[in-house]
């Protein structure tokens, strides 16, 4: 499994690496080489970690991204991600490394790497609690799927989401690109309507999850939504 995790997060940063570097024309770019060094890592301490105290959490999350359990929906919204993505570190490279439209300060993108490592630490806090965070949505009953209201999910019915925000503010940030922190409102968009119909799954076939949305009101955003 840990052979498995090396494998897929070099093609997965091999992979960003290049359509980065490609559509920047460019490598000789310092902030993109800092970002993909930032994902490699941290991905790999995290799922190091998680093989140790997590293994079925760990073959879980490095399943593909469309299951036969998982629903249809989300099988759209995997797509959705997936181009919406791809473009936007397109964008970014073609603003801040080809044509070089935005200029961002060095003290923003220091912010930015610090916001990406938050969203990675919150996402462990959110696995050490949760033993079915699937990347898809899914009850797995097998496992003995059940509501999980400890630790971060005390705060917000979906702390790794909480966390992708701050992803999605850090990146563009580290990146240096104006133009792709200006498309960040409609990742969050998206990614906010998956947490919706998420819970509607969960409140249909997870027992004990309505009752659990009553006590912990927000989303994502404590005080907000």
Known sequence: MVSKLITQTAVWIAAMAAVLFVAAGTGRWPAAWVFLAEMAGL?????????R???????????????AA???WDKVFMVTVFVLWTSWLVL????????????????????????????MTIACLAFRENS????????????GHRVVSTGPYACVRHPMYAGALLFFIGTPLLLGSWFG????????????????????????????????AQRVRYRLIPGVW
């Open 181 to 212: 922190l200006a498309v960040t409102p409609v990742l969050i968009v998206v990614l906010a309507a998956r947490a919706v119909m998420e819970e509607r799954t969960l409140a249909e076939e997870l027992p004990g999850y309505r009752e659990y």
């Open 43 to 51: 991905g790999l301490a995290i799922g190091l970690w998680l093989a």
């Open 53 to 67: 105290r997590d293994p079925a959490l760990l073959a879980e999350r490095l399943t593909a991204g469309f299951q």
């Open 92 to 119: 970014m490279a073609l603003d801040a490394g080809r044509f070089g439209w935005s200029r961002m300060p060095v003290w923003a993108q220091g912010i930015g790497a610090i916001l990406i490592a938050l969203c």
């Open 132 to 143: 079915y965070a699937a990347p898809v949505v899914k009850i797995a009953r097998e496992r």
């Open 70 to 72: 998982q629903k249809t």
